[in-house]
């Protein structure tokens, strides 16, 4: 099993800069694709970036790709989702997510969720 913790949420003002990081307490943290979701309220949880075991391979959601960055320090058991440029529309609650069988974009695959971490982005 692997347990999840989301920091670095926060609020700014739009077009700033966020670094959530993601830290992982368990064994194996390299055997598990981490990938990060967001749900606003009232809307649907919806993925945001994802990287692989390795960190060699990562996927963005079009709503964000060129804004935002993950990447993972596996020696440090943590996952990075840097965010440049934010807007409004970014405001949500961002979660955390890994599997151990999953490289995936939809979060009914992911086995294990961190809390989240609060992310407001004011115009």
């Known amino acids: 099993q692997v347990q999840l913790v989301e920091s670095g949420g926060g609020s700014v003002q739009a077009g700033g800069s966020l670094r959530l990081s993601c830290a992982a307490s368990?064994?194996?943290?390299?055997?598990?694709?981490v990938g990060w979701f967001r749900q606003a309220p009232g809307k649907e949880r919806e993925f945001v970036a994802l990287?692989?075991?390795?960190?060699?391979?990562?996927y963005y959601a079009d709503s964000v790709k060129g804004r935002f960055t993950i990447s993972r320090d596996n020696a440090k058991n943590t996952v990075y989702l840097q965010m440049n440029s934010l807007k409004p529309e970014d405001t949500a609650v961002y979660y955390c997510?890994?599997?151990?069988?999953?490289?995936?974009?939809?979060?009914?695959?992911?086995?294990?969720w961190g809390q989240g971490t609060q992310v407001t982005v004011s115009s």
């Open positions: 990287i692989s075991r390795s960190g060699g391979s990562t």
């Open positions: 997510t890994a599997d151990s069988n999953h490289y995936s974009v939809y979060p009914h695959d992911y086995a294990y």
């Open positions: 368990g064994r194996a943290f390299s055997n598990y694709a």
